[in-house]
């Protein structure tokens, strides 16, 4: 019976999308992970959808959803 190495295909994206500095609003609960993006709100200060704290600015490295996302 031979054994091989099983490698995680999802490991080496070839199709991986660039990522890009994006605002985002962060939970300050630190038991919370919530964080949603700034540009897909629609308060400005928006309160955590999960735990009901509020929220503060952050920055996360992602890819972009909409042509229209600042670069």
Do not use: I, Q
Not at 21 to 37: F, I
Not at 44 to 61: F, H, K, L, N, Y
Request: proline share 11%; charged share 35%.
């Amino acid at each position: 019976m031979s054994h091989s190495a099983w490698t995680n295909p999802r490991s080496k994206r070839e199709d991986a999308k660039p990522l890009y500095k994006t605002e985002v609003w962060e939970c300050e609960n630190d038991d919370c992970p919530c964080w949603m993006r700034k540009g897909l709100t629609f308060e400005e200060r928006p309160d955590c959808p999960m735990c009901g704290s509020a929220m503060v600015p952050g920055e996360r490295m992602l890819p972009r959803v909409s042509d229209k996302e600042p670069r």
